[in-house]
């Protein structure tokens, strides 16, 4: 028992101080890629604590809403991202939360960064809010239908219970499979707002979604959002990871060494999405807000296909 | 047996009640009087309910009392089903006396609204208690009549008298597809005894018959697409706690009307009525709620996203009869739990969401939500009610509406058991509408408090407005309270239909209450399991640790400052996002296919000192395409049968003998 909640509580402090290291690593890679030194993979922390250290400017006219929505976003995205196995299945608490619920928190978190985004009365926050609200509305059903694909492979919607059914022999190769890898990719680019659907990096374009909406916050508010973004994108990483790429997960109670073996591999699975990512990035252009709706509705259709192919046969 | 005297001597109560509004007519004290009344009764109906649905039901009281049809009686039955619908509706009911305490006292016309209140809320527990045809049939039609009553309070406004006249028309419509389904029920023999038509074997063709009559009328009452189109004009028009009713209660007595006689009289249900049924529902629920995201009307989006709910329920409803038609019990259970744990939910959220949208109409006189914003800042108990009401409805953890939507998402994951092809394709696109419809949803709940509470007044009227009385708020906080008890316990919920679960499908779910930590199971633990209570409590832990450590080691200091205004001075606050710009890539989107809706720019050329001009267009394809068409063959019909009229003696005299040379002729071919 305790040791469990040892486990757990390692999983949950691991995702929060990886996080940040996850994105000084896509931006450093990045960097280098275009022939440029580019910041050290701490600069996110030094970035963050300075952020945390100043005061908050809040505009006249916010309401708490706007002060306490930071922390209701990054509560939601660490209890979704706590019951996700990186390292070890089977963590004390992945029973609270199945695959449903743990998008549906992302749901909440990003209906409460979008009402954020409305509090004080710009048109940058509103701008921002009603394209995040329309790309949620495409990329929510995507990936609602992903689970129900994999929830079909794998016959339960319990991430431990997918993640241990996919390292089993049992999987073979399967098209549904290999489908919901594609759109579940597509929709984690979208959901994290990575290029092509929008732009991490600048605040100056007018086709921004995610950086529109949280221009009002600075300050310690701010440190809250972009620790819950980097957190949102190591969460997807890890859950890409824990279906497609179980290897090396460490089952309940399995002892010190697998755990620390299935660390290791968590650390070069990171790696390897995060260079994977960053190529991604460097080689596409940034689409038009309004063709977003054709790639996530490229997923959709794809994640339906995934879905209706479990339905016609249990071997496909 | 005394349970079923106790709610029938309640609506009696109800209905004297009603009584005493007319004869107190104009008397300042009838308002406080006739809710105090109905609150009462309603919390006395509402107590023996739950009382009822705790004990067993192994013999459900009936009565029968001598009034009505000489044959036949007026029977009465309180069986499980029965009771957890009175226990919903009761529950709505209660509340909404509550707010009627304070809303009333705003009302200009009390004596338009007094009587029928209770007459309405009588009429609805008398649906839910009647044992034969006859006696739901003359309730449901007294349930009806009330409420247009209440719809047409307010009736000098133009808009209202359309919508009470499209009402009355779709109502006596409705109940005239309940009567021939009845009619087909109680067969050749005429038993209009709900135990005799449960008794009865029933053809499959006949089967089917009844079950597409129920859908025009059930369906009409609930606002099943394409019979809605008379509840986002009517369900707004009444006073706003009269609105809760309709939209949290009354589609409720309709889907009771539904259930009662497919998972009850009809006996074994076919394969491919669960079909239709699944089908009908999710494009309600898809079409409503994308109705609702492009209104900017407050009331009649809440009245269209009443549409989705009742769409998603009826995906569960539809889902429960193949399970059960395929003889899976457990995923009929499963299923058949989703859609009455949404039953339950909807009524709480929808009631609470349209009292707040009433505390707003009651301190802004707006229902407009392009004239508001702000009204965080000056109306904050009512603002952070509303704010738990759209989470819940928006189906997100740890709230009751996720709860619901999760069951219903397990229910289609069982579904490929399913022996039929036509369903293996539909099951599957029918879940992508379900999540669409959730998304939607929560785009559309974004807008709504991001718009009307949120921002800057866009108006005067929104910009100094007083908080509303404390009836009102006791109102919409005990509702946001029970959104999210039942969120975080929805075992309890669970456990609580269970008898009417396992009396419909003869199987139910698992224990839920001796799960460890309050979890939820549907299956197995292996398969799926939920625990909205540590979700609640994660989240709060983990969100006020963190404001701790925050502000105690790293800073605490806040300024107050202009909000960036990307270098243009200008301040007004119609620079702000409306709510027609917020859906507008929705509807570029979604729209272009579902309404055609279509953006003109008019742009002048370079020189040319005209305005700009922007406009849209869009279309209630449904209405346009079926109900258009209908009006105008009635009409024509109407003008050619006008002739008859200015006939002379003689023809009137031939017509009336052709007439009944006709009627002979049949009675003679007939026998």
């Known amino acids: ?316 | 047996m005394t349970s079923l005297v106790v709610i029938l001597s309640c609506i009696a109560m109800f209905l004297v009640t009603g009584g005493l509004a007319v004869l107190m007519s104009r008397s300042h004290r009838a308002t406080p009087v006739i809710y105090c009344l109905s609150l009462l009764t309603s919390a006395a109906a509402f107590v023996t309910s739950l009382a009822q649905l705790a004990t067993s039901f192994v013999n459900a009281p009936t009565l029968v009392l001598p009034i009505g049809l000489p044959w036949l009686g007026t029977h009465f039955r309180l069986d499980a089903l029965s009771s957890l619908f009175l226990l919903v509706a009761n529950l709505g009911c209660l509340l909404s006396s509550l707010y009627g305490l304070g809303y009333g006292r705003h009302e200009h016309a009390p004596h338009r609204v007094l009587p029928f209140f209770p007459a309405f809320i009588a009429g609805m527990n008398l649906v839910l208690l009647a044992d034969d045809a006859f006696t739901f049939l003359i309730s449901w039609e007294f349930m009806s009549l009330a409420s247009w009553a209440l719809v047409m309070a307010h009736h000098r406004n133009a808009d209202n008298r359309r919508a009470g006249y499209l009402y009355i028309i779709m109502a006596s419509f409705g109940t005239l597809a309940l009567l021939l389904a009845f009619g087909l029920l109680a067969g050749r023999d005429g038993a209009y005894n709900f135990a005799a038509m449960r008794a009865a074997e029933h053809a499959p063709l006949m089967a089917g018959l009844v079950l597409i009559l129920l859908l025009l009328g059930a369906g009409s009452k609930a606002g099943l697409v394409p019979l809605h189109v008379w509840l986002p004009l009517a369900h707004p028009a009444a006073p706003s706690h009269v609105s809760a009713l309709m939209s949290g209660v009354m589609t409720k007595i309709a889907i009771y009307g539904f259930i009662r006689v497919t998972f009850d009289l009809l006996g074994a249900p076919m394969w491919w009525s669960g079909l239709i049924v699944l089908l009908l529902g999710a494009v309600t629920a898809a079409l409503g709620i994308l109705h609702a995201l492009m209104e900017r009307d407050l009331k009649r989006l809440l009245a269209y996203s009443t549409i989705e709910n009742i769409g998603v329920i009826f995906v569960s409803l539809g889902l429960a009869l193949t399970f059960k038609a395929n003889g899976m019990g457990l995923a009929a259970a499963l299923a058949l739990t989703a859609a009455l744990f949404h039953v339950f939910n909807h009524s709480l959220f929808k009631s609470l969401l349209f009292f707040g949208a009433g505390a707003v109409l009651t301190a802004t006189g707006e229902r407009d939500m392009e004239k508001l914003g702000g009204l965080i800042h000056r109306m904050p108990v009512t603002s952070f009610t509303f704010l738990v009401g759209c989470v819940a409805i928006s189906a997100l953890p740890p709230f009751n509406g996720f709860a619901s939507e999760w069951l219903a998402f397990q229910a289609i994951l069982q579904s490929p058991d399913l022996p039929q092809w036509a369903l293996k394709i539909a099951v599957p696109a029918v879940g992508g509408l379900l999540a669409l419809s959730a998304a939607l949803a929560a785009a559309c709940f974004i807008k709504v408090f991001g718009i009307t509470f949120l921002g800057r007044p866009r108006t005067p009227a929104a910009s100094e407005v007083p908080e509303v009385d404390r009836f009102s708020l006791g109102a919409m906080c005990v509702l946001a309270g029970l959104c999210l008890l039942a969120g975080i316990l929805p075992g309890i919920v669970i456990d609580g239909v269970s008898p009417v679960v396992s009396s419909l499908i003869g199987d139910r779910m698992p224990v839920q209450m001796d799960i460890p930590w309050l979890s939820i199971v549907p299956i197995a633990e292996s398969r799926s399991s939920y625990n909205g209570l540590l979700i609640f409590l994660f989240i709060t832990v983990s969100a006020s640790a963190t404001i701790f450590v925050v502000h105690r080691y790293a800073s605490r200091a806040l300024r107050r400052s202009a909000a960036w205004d990307c270098g243009f001075p200008e301040n007004s606050p119609s620079t702000q996002y409306t709510a027609g710009s917020f859906a507008q890539p929705v509807r570029r989107v979604f729209g272009t296919l579902a309404m055609r809706a279509r953006e003109r720019v008019d742009m002048p050329a370079p020189g040319d000192l005209r305005p700009a001009a922007f406009s849209v267009e869009q279309h209630d394809l449904i209405w346009e395409g079926l109900y258009v068409p209908i009006v105008g063959a009635v009409g024509f019909a109407a003008d050619k049968l006008n002739r008859l009229q200015f006939l002379s003696i003689r023809r009137y005299l031939s017509l009336v003998f052709l007439a009944l040379v006709l009627l002979l002729l049949v009675l003679a071919l007939w026998s």
């Not at chain 1, 992945?94 to 619920?101: Q, Y």
């Not at chain 1, 059903?141 to 694909?149: E, G, N, Q, V």
């Not at chain 1, 529109?212 to 300050?219: D, K």
């Not at chain 1, 309940?252 to 991604?280: C, D, M, Q, R, V």
Request: proline share 4%; hydrophobic share 60%.
């Open chain 1, 1 to 316: 028992m305790i040791s469990a909640l040892l486990v757990q509580a390692c999983q949950m402090a691991l995702v929060v101080l990886l996080a940040p290291l996850l994105t000084g690593l896509i931006r450093k890679v990045k960097a280098r890629l275009l022939r440029r030194q580019g910041p050290s993979l701490i600069q996110p922390y030094r970035d963050l604590l300075r952020l945390f250290r100043k005061e908050a400017v809040v505009a006249e006219n916010a309401s708490w809403l706007f002060r306490v929505a930071p922390y209701l976003i990054f509560a939601s995205t660490w209890v979704a991202a706590a019951v996700i196995p990186t390292f070890a299945t089977g963590l004390i608490f992945s029973w609270t939360a199945d695959l449903i619920a743990i998008i549906a928190l992302l749901g909440s978190a990003r209906f409460f960064l979008a009402l954020a985004g409305m509090d004080v009365g710009t048109s940058f926050g509103g701008i921002g809010s009603s394209r995040e609200a329309m790309i949620a509305t495409l990329a929510e059903p995507s990936m609602l239908l992903i689970i129900f694909a994999l929830a079909l492979v794998a016959g339960s919607t319990q991430l431990s219970t997918i993640a241990a059914f996919m390292s089993s022999p049992a999987v073979g190769l399967r098209v549904s499979l290999a489908i919901a890898l594609v759109a579940l990719v597509m929709v984690a680019i979208a959901e994290n707002a990575r290029i092509p659907v929008d732009n991490p990096a600048t605040h100056l374009e007018l086709t921004m979604v995610h950086e529109a909406m949280v221009l009002e916050y600075s300050g310690r508010h701010l440190a809250m959002i972009e620790l819950a973004a980097s957190l949102k994108l190591l969460l997807y990483i890890s859950l890409i990871a824990c279906i497609f790429v179980p290897w090396k997960l460490a089952a309940a109670e399995a002892g010190p060494a697998a755990y620390l073996a299935g660390f290791i591999a968590y650390l070069a699975k990171l790696a390897i999405a995060g260079t994977l990512l960053a190529l991604f990035e460097t080689s596409f252009a940034k689409m038009r807000v309004f063709r977003v709706p054709e790639f996530l509705g490229a997923a959709l259709m794809l994640a339906l296909l995934a879905t209706l192919l479990r339905f016609v046969s249990r071997s496909l």
